[in-house]
């Protein structure tokens, strides 16, 4: 009588240990999407995160700038069709405060970061020859 019982242990412990094994399957979420954000900034540059629609830019941006050890307010970044996503408060077209569904982002969207360049020159780099 032992035997059998031994055996439902046995089968008990496999059971178990085969169900640690299995891994829950993720449920896809729409709600949910995947951006990557690449900076001409440094080698190592795309950062990828997994956020809500509902979040706000600037919650992405300014988590992209701890991991990157830099002021996220001095890059520039451009959406997936270039067109530039704004940060300053001051401005009217101010999209830091939108959520990435109301900048239209979608899964696996990619934007692209670059450093602020501050000045820069006419065609002859701020130079004027004399008439």
């Not at 009588?1 to 299995?22: H, N, Y």
């Not at 509902?54 to 990157?68: C, H, I, L, P, Y």
């Not at 820069?120 to 130079?127: C, I, K, P, S, V």
């Given at each position: 009588?032992?035997?059998?019982?031994?055996?439902?242990?046995?089968?008990?412990?496999?059971?178990?240990?085969?169900?640690?094994?299995?891994k829950p399957?993720?449920?896809?979420?729409?709600?949910?999407?995947?951006?990557k954000?690449?900076?001409?900034?440094?080698?190592?540059?795309?950062?990828?995160f997994?956020?809500?629609?509902?979040?706000?830019?600037?919650?992405?941006?300014?988590?992209?700038?701890?991991?990157?050890?830099?002021d996220?307010?001095?890059f520039?970044?451009?959406?997936?069709?270039?067109?530039?996503?704004?940060?300053k408060?001051?401005?009217?077209?101010?999209?830091?405060?939108?959520?990435?569904k109301?900048?239209?982002l979608?899964?696996?969207?990619?934007?692209?970061?670059?450093?602020?360049?501050?000045?820069?020159?006419?065609?002859?780099?701020?130079?004027?020859e004399?008439?």
């Open positions: 009588q032992a035997f059998p019982q031994l055996g439902c242990r046995l089968m008990s412990q496999i059971k178990t240990d085969s169900q640690e094994d299995v399957q993720v449920v896809s979420n729409p709600e949910v999407i995947q951006i954000i690449k900076s001409n900034h440094d080698s190592d540059s795309a950062v990828i997994k956020v809500k629609l509902t979040s706000k830019f600037a919650k992405v941006a300014e988590a992209w700038g701890k991991q990157k050890g830099v996220p307010t001095q520039r970044f451009l959406g997936p069709d270039g067109v530039r996503i704004h940060h408060s001051d401005s009217a077209s101010c999209h830091w405060g939108m959520t990435l109301e900048l239209g979608e899964d696996e969207d990619e934007i692209s970061a670059m450093k602020e360049q501050v000045g820069g020159g006419g065609a002859l780099g701020g130079r004027r004399a008439p």
